[in-house]
């Protein structure tokens, strides 16, 4: 909106909107004078351009105001309809993004206090919790992995084995980016491998545009570092000469760019599901069971792994088999000789020549690796439910997923980078400095994300403080004629498609705490419902808006919103069945779904009145 509406400043243009201070001051006032305020109303066009223009400050001013009536209402209660004023407020505000998502997290902190609803430090504890520190602990680790760049080694490796078939480079492209956004952000991840793809397909391009016209003959391979390298056209554009752009490709290639570019942000929003530090929404559920369900330990890194990860992959796998039958041809699926017309050398030298500026793998992308198996196996048998993990050995509840990360991320600040003796280390005896140090950190680790978490998280608690969870879960009680699973599908399609407009953490701090009371009180089990909900906030996949990835991928220029829009909704659907059957199946099995557990029941009130 803001980009579409102009307003002309200049006294020359033939309909004054507004005034100049060249003009007399009795003009001014004598509307008899064609003054422009009185001037064919241009003069309250322009105010409500302004207004328009500036409609996130209106939001952010009338909204307080449009609902104050809930401060001094008292049905059901006072402090239910006050719990409710900062959960609209807060919902609007994340939806409309008229504040950013993490001011809009700080709101609890003092409004909460001012209207009386809970006091500040009781707020405060919601920011700092343990399932805040395991995030920090996930992305101090992604911060070390992004200053080695062993990332971007093990994308590249993994792009150069499948090649550059146009189906199997979706593969791994799709392969690729949904691995690292199960530990990465999601974001960070997207960003790092857009461009990526955008070369290997316009170098593609450009070499089969090469072929045809006779311009450049591949020459003879170098070996350098272990990895052959060609000496080919560079894939940056001529001095002098016009970057490539994506319209001016071919038909097929452009449809490749696109499916490509779409592989990129929906693996990165699928990725994000299989790990509980993977996205906001994961830590979310966990904050939830154990603020309505204490006595419940559920919800690990472990079982939530074995859960998702099988349901991540299938996802996976379904937007890859999607793209490939809608931008490449059904054919394409299964026939390799339709595909053949893309094959050359273009796309494998990008990919050579990035892997090749990394040289060889140096000793603290080593080290990384070791400790990033190591945490990954301790997270893994901490608490794996199907035997006794390795923290029985401590108090119970003594230790955790984030005291575990926590202690290693603390290694990385310790451990030396490099060693006397070992290739890439320097001259002389001494270490080298440690793998990882607090400005890297500080530069790079997304404050705002831990902020909007425990602003989640106390939303999630005033529900509960207050009894607005309990009342809304009562009111929804009317839905036990409803078969659980049709509940939980429905439940699903209205996250699905709520967080195509919001943050999926904003989605799930207003979903969850309802949900949460409504289980309890139609006596299924929680996480029958909690779990669908949780992973289909993640399932934005429509519109660019939808989520970081998708906004990124757009703004690359492969892309219409209509390809987003008509691939996208496809996604919804597919993923949102898979969802379906993963928590019908496995999931009942594993979480023991089809009983109402024990702990459950402390939960249940007496709030419909």
């Known amino acids: 909106m803001d980009k579409d509406i102009k307003v002309d400043f200049s006294p020359e243009s033939s309909q004054h909107d507004f005034i100049t201070s060249t003009e007399p001051l009795a003009k001014l006032s004598d509307p008899r004078e064609g003054s422009p305020i009185s001037s064919g109303g241009s003069y309250w066009r322009s105010i409500v351009k302004e207004l328009l223009k500036n409609w996130k400050l209106l939001v952010i001013v009338l909204t307080p105001i449009l609902l104050s009536p809930l401060l001094v209402a008292q049905q059901p209660n006072e402090q239910i309809a006050k719990c409710l004023y900062i959960l609209i407020l807060m919902a609007t505000y994340w939806c409309t ?31 700092i919790t343990d399932l805040n520190f395991l995030f920090v602990a996930g992305l101090i680790f992604a911060v070390a992995i992004e200053k080695w760049n062993l990332h971007i080694r093990i994308a590249l490796r993994v ?51 090469h072929e045809n016209e006779n311009e450049y003959p591949l020459e003879p391979q170098n070996e350098e570092n272990g990895v052959a390298v060609s000496e080919a056209p560079p894939t940056s554009s001529k001095e002098g000469e016009e970057e490539l752009k994506p319209s001016e490709m071919s038909p097929k290639f452009q449809n490749l760019g696109k499916a490509v570019s779409l592989s990129i942000c929906y693996a990165a929003n699928i990725g994000g599901t299989g790990t509980l530090t993977g996205t906001g929404p994961n830590l979310l559920i966990g904050d939830t069971m154990s603020k309505y369900f204490p006595e419940s330990d559920d919800i690990t890194f472990g079982s939530w792994i074995l859960f998702s990860l099988p349901l991540m992959i299938i996802c996976l796998f379904l937007c890859w088999v999607i793209l490939v039958i809608m931008f490449l041809g059904p054919r394409t699926l299964f026939c390799r000789e339709n595909d053949a017309e893309f094959e050359n050398e273009g796309g494998k030298l990008v990919l050579k020549r990035e892997y090749q500026k990394l040289g060889k793998t140096s000793c603290p992308e080593i080290i990384l690796i070791t400790f990033f198996v190591i945490l990954v196996l301790l997270w893994l048998f901490r ?77 999630a608690d005033m529900c509960k403080k207050s009894g607005l969870s309990d009342w809304l879960g009562c009111k929804l009680g009317v839905l036990d004629s409803i078969p659980p699973s049709a509940l939980v599908f429905i439940c699903g399609v209205v996250m699905t498609f709520f967080t195509e407009f919001t943050s999926n953490t904003s989605s799930a701090s207003i979903f969850l705490p309802i949900l949460a009371q409504l289980a309890a009180t139609i006596g299924v089990h929680p996480l029958y419902i909690l779990v669908p909900v949780t992973i289909c906030a993640s399932f ?50 594993y979480f023991k779904l089809n009983t109402f557990p024990d702990w459950a029941n402390i939960t249940t009130t007496s709030q419909c009145t």
């Not at 700080?106 to 809970?118: E, N, V, W």
């Not at 993990?389 to 401590?394: L, M, R, T, V």
């Not at 909704?569 to 379906?580: D, S, V, Y």
Request: with cysteine; aromatic share 12%; hydrophobic share 55%.
């Open 383 to 459: 608490d794996p439910k199907f035997m006794p993990g390795w923290s029985s050995a401590f108090e119970p509840k003594f230790v955790t997923d984030a005291a575990t990360g926590l202690f290693i991320c603390t290694l990385l600040f310790v451990f030396p980078s490099s060693f006397p003796g070992i290739s890439g280390h320097k001259s002389g005896l001494q270490l080298g400095p440690p793998i990882l140090d607090w400005p890297t950190v500080q530069k790079k680790l997304p404050w705002g994300v831990i902020i909007l978490l425990g602003g989640g998280f106390a939303l």
């Open 159 to 209: 792009l150069m084995l499948v090649g550059t078939r146009p189906k199997m480079l979706l593969l791994g492209f799709i392969s690729v980016t949904g691995f690292l956004s199960m530990w990465l952000s999601n974001t960070a991840t997207t960003a790092m491998m857009i461009p990526i793809a955008h070369a290997v397909v316009i170098e593609m391009w450009k070499q089969k545009k």
């Open 540 to 589: 934005a996949f429509a519109f660019p808006v939808a989520t970081p990835p998708n906004a990124i991928v757009f703004a690359f220029g492969h892309l219409k919103v209509l390809d987003m829009v008509k691939s996208g909704m496809l996604m919804n659907f597919l993923c949102l069945g898979a969802c379906m059957l993963a928590i019908n199946t496995w999931g009942t099995a």
């Open 97 to 127: 993004e008229a504040l950013p998502l993490p001011a809009t997290a700080l709101i609890p902190m003092f409004l909460s206090p001012a209207i009386g609803l809970l006091g500040a430090k009781v707020i405060a504890i919601n920011y």
